[in-house]
């Protein structure tokens, strides 16, 4: 009976990231850098308005696209942090995490054939609901770019059939960031023209030295471009799901059927945990910053230290150095650092096979994991000559 299975499903694989970290429970002792989970407690104030909702069983379905007074939240949260413009009315739908907003977005825009631009390295979660739909991903090799998107590099892979770009900055799994002058650059060179983005910007509040800037605030890109963010990284509630999609009303009108025959709406109690978090708590990614900041520092001067190469990261909790110089692939690099050393980190090919020759170090961790880590990691080193 399996081969009814639709093979588009079956041809899609778990993701490397989960592999391994479902791994880790059977090495004894092991600890983990791989996930992208803050480690900091959901702020308790969101927590209280969360149990105030259970309280007074608020309890019952939202409106499709989410309750009102969090797409005004939303609204209120984009337009202060980063002077985005968007209606609470039929700009905004709140999601199950920004998995699901991804998810709604691509089912919505692609068809059968729709070439799909992904830069490679990135986060595995895309490509997956690409091949779902029909789409055809088309990755762009963004390695001697310092992991970014350029213009230069983008213009020879746009065609006919090219519907979409996808955008994740800053970036899983490198943590680079675009500066004003590339972003600019890549909004020249796709003002005009019949295609949409995704931007991608979950990790919007944590970029270490300068303010997020959305690429739908760039010149012409509004009306083309679908913003997904969500709480998950900025108020460390990965466990709440909620996320949202900011899109112009001609599409959000669209995606919203989707969403609604997919969840329905988000969960009502996770929702008003959510007004609480984008408005009582704009500021509350700030402490998580700081701390984040202090162990980018500390993992990146342990690991040039050891002589890997890498780019110091502006945003985001992880950090991509090249293990090229030990002759050995990302898995067997993963998977012999684990047995002799029991550490776990991600195999670069988790992002694509333009990861291959990395690792990705998530910091989400406390210090004290961080430096066992580190001395682990340099035992390995030196035990590999
Ligand atoms: C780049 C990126 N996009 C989306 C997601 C999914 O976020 P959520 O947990 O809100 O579904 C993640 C989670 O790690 C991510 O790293």
């Excluded at 992208?36 to 959901?42: A, E, L």
């Excluded at 002058?181 to 796709?190: D, G, I, K, W």
């Excluded at 997904?228 to 990284?233: D, E, P, R, V």
Aim: aromatic share 10%.
């Amino acid at each position: 009976m399996e081969k009814l299975v639709n093979p588009r499903v079956k041809d899609i694989q778990i993701s490397g990231i989960r592999k391994i970290s479902n791994l880790v429970a059977q090495y004894k002792g092991a600890i983990t850098l791989t996930i992208g989970q803050p480690d900091f407690p959901t702020p308790e104030h969101i927590m209280h308005a969360a149990e105030r909702a259970i309280a007074e069983q608020r309890t019952t379905y939202t409106p499709n696209a989410g309750l009102p007074e969090l797409r005004q939240a939303i609204a209120g949260f984009v337009q202060s942090k980063y002077g985005l413009s968007y209606s609470a009315a039929d700009e905004i739908i709140v999601t199950t995490g920004a998995s699901e907003a991804l998810d709604i977005t691509l089912r919505t825009i692609l068809t059968e054939g729709s070439e799909v631009i992904i830069p490679g390295p990135i986060y595995p979660g895309y490509e997956p609901l690409v091949r779902l739909c029909g789409g055809v991903p088309v990755y762009v090799d963004t390695r001697e770019s310092g992991f970014k998107l350029t213009a230069e590099l983008l213009a020879p892979h746009l065609t006919e059939k090219t519907r979409c770009i996808i955008l994740c900055y800053p970036s899983n799994p490198t943590g680079r960031v675009l500066t004003e002058r590339e972003q600019q650059e890549l909004a020249q060179l796709l003002d005009g023209r019949e295609l949409f983005v995704i931007s991608d910007e979950i990790y919007s509040e944590l970029i270490y030295d300068a303010p997020h800037r959305s690429f739908a605030a760039l010149p012409g890109m509004r009306d083309k471009t679908i913003v997904i963010n969500g709480l998950s990284k900025s108020h460390s509630m990965t466990g709440w799901r909620i996320g949202y999609t900011l899109a112009p009303a001609y599409l959000s009108q669209h995606m919203v059927k989707v969403h609604q025959y997919n969840v329905t709406c988000a969960s009502s109690i996770s929702q008003y945990a959510a007004i609480e978090a984008l408005t009582a708590g704009i500021d509350d990614a700030e402490p998580m910053k700081q701390e984040y900041r202090k162990r980018r520092d500390y993992v990146y001067d342990r690991l040039t230290g050891m002589g890997f190469e890498l780019v110091k990261p502006e945003g985001a909790f992880y950090l991509f150095p090249s293990i090229e110089r030990f002759g050995l692939s990302s898995m067997q690099f993963t998977m012999r650092l684990l047995e002799e050393q029991k550490v776990a980190v991600v195999p670069g090919d988790a992002f694509s096979s333009y990861g291959e020759g990395y690792i990705r170090l998530s910091y989400a961790y406390g210090m004290d994991v961080l430096e066992t880590g580190m001395e682990r990691l340099e035992s390995f080193v030196k035990s590999l000559g």
